[in-house]
């Protein structure tokens, strides 16, 4: 059934533009997150916005992800994916900026983290590694409602909020063989263990009818 669904929303997406229907999945899957049909929690992630785990199915994954721009902190993070990632925007706006990491063990900006995730615990342990680099930013491209993006699994990037208007997309993971998820940061920085926080079945259920309100129109937020 998981990867039926994953088929689903998959075909319901386009390379550049989500296709008429998504909305309309998506809109179904909160709903049935409100009632209590489908049961998950929503998790508070790291990187500043609220994520609900819709499909967990081996290399499989769907997300929903809520952002808001009143709590929406820490997005500028440069990271990397050890899954291949298609994301549609379902109300809002979200940048996405592609960055270029290069090997400088002489004069190194950054040292590249390992991210080891424990999804039932919901704790990340950030180990550094060896790797010295350097990074500069590459292209950057800005996704309105209805409109998807891809990442390679390894490519780095960094997530933006612009505009400050609530924003929600639905992310759509192929994990592949080899890659690792990877942050960076200081050189000189140590381990690290980040406890992600669960939100309880009623600020789940919360966070997901007002995304379903959002998706259906009733709200106003302006372009995109």
């Not at 612009?162 to 200081?186: C, F, K, M, Q, S």
Request: hydrophobic content about 40%.
């Amino acid at each position: 059934m998981s990867n039926d669904l994953f088929t689903t929303l998959d075909r319901a997406t386009g390379r550049t533009v989500a296709e008429p229907g998504l909305d309309t999945l998506v809109g179904g899957l909160l709903a049935q997150v409100v009632s209590g049909a489908r049961v998950l929690r929503a998790v508070a992630h790291p990187l500043g916005f609220y994520c609900l785990p819709v499909v967990r199915d081996g290399a499989l994954g769907v997300c929903v992800h809520v952002f808001d721009p009143a709590t929406a902190v820490g997005q500028r993070e440069i990271h990397c994916h050890s899954w291949e990632l298609k994301s549609s925007v379902l109300y809002g706006r979200i940048g996405n900026l592609r960055i270029g990491v290069y090997d400088e063990p002489a004069r190194p900006t950054h040292r590249a983290y390992a991210v080891h995730s424990d999804a039932a615990a919901g704790v990340d342990e950030v180990r550094p590694t060896a790797r010295l680099v350097r990074w500069e930013p590459l292209a950057e491209q800005t996704s309105g409602r209805g409109e998807t993006y891809t990442l390679r699994a390894g490519e780095f990037h960094a997530t933006v909020l612009p505009g400050g208007t609530p924003t929600a997309t639905v992310v759509l993971g192929r994990t592949v063989p080899g890659p690792v998820d990877v942050v960076l940061g200081p050189v000189d920085g140590g381990p690290r263990r980040v406890v992600r926080r669960l939100c309880d079945a009623e600020r789940t259920a919360r966070i997901a009818e007002e995304a379903a309100r959002r998706i259906s129109g009733e709200y106003d937020d302006g372009p995109g």
